[in-house]
C-alpha cells in the first residue's frame, strides 16, 4: 500500500476548530471585505429567493411574472440566478466543504439519530430549516444578511434581532436539551 491508499482523510485525526476569537476577527474581515468589493453585506437567503424566482420563470412564466415579489426579478426575461448573492452562497458551500476536507472534518452524519430516529430527525431537520427559511423571508433577512451586515452598519433593527435571536435559542435548547 502507498501513502496515498493510506492517508484516507476519513480515518486520519481532525484538526482542531479555530478559537473564537480568532473565528470572529476572521469573520469580521471577510464581512468588511465583502462591503468593500460588492458594495453588500454577507447574506444567504436571497439566493434561495432567486433559485425560486428562476424555476418560477420556467415552470410558470406568466404566474412568476405577475406576482409582485418574484415578478421584478425576472423583469425582461432576464435570468435572476447569476446575482452576487447566489455566487455567494456557492462559494460559501465549495469553501466549507473544502475546508471540512483539509482540516480532515469532511463526515456524513446524522446527528440525534439515535435518541430521536433518523425519520422523526430528518422530519424535524426540514421542518425547522423551512420555518426559519419563511422566518428570514418575513424579517427580510437571515441571521446572516440581518444580523451581521445589519449590526455592522449599525442598525438597529439588527441588534433587536440578534438579542432576540439569542434569547429564544437559549430558551429552545432549554426546552428541548432540558435543565
Known sequence: MN??????????PPRPFWPAWLAGLALGAVLLLTFVWTGHGLGATGATTRLTAAIGQ???????????YLGPMVEGGVNPLPGWISWQVLGVALGALASAWQAGRLRVQLDGQRSVGSGRRL?????????AGFGARVAAGCTSGLGLSGAATLGLSAFVFLGVFFAVGIL???LVKGI
Open 172 to 174: 429552545a435548547s432549554r
Open 58 to 68: 420556467t415552470v410558470a412564466p406568466v404566474a412568476t411574472q405577475a406576482n409582485g
Open 3 to 12: 501513502d496515498i491508499e493510506t492517508s484516507d482523510f476519513c480515518t486520519r
Open 123 to 131: 422530519a424535524a431537520a426540514f421542518g425547522g430549516g423551512l420555518m
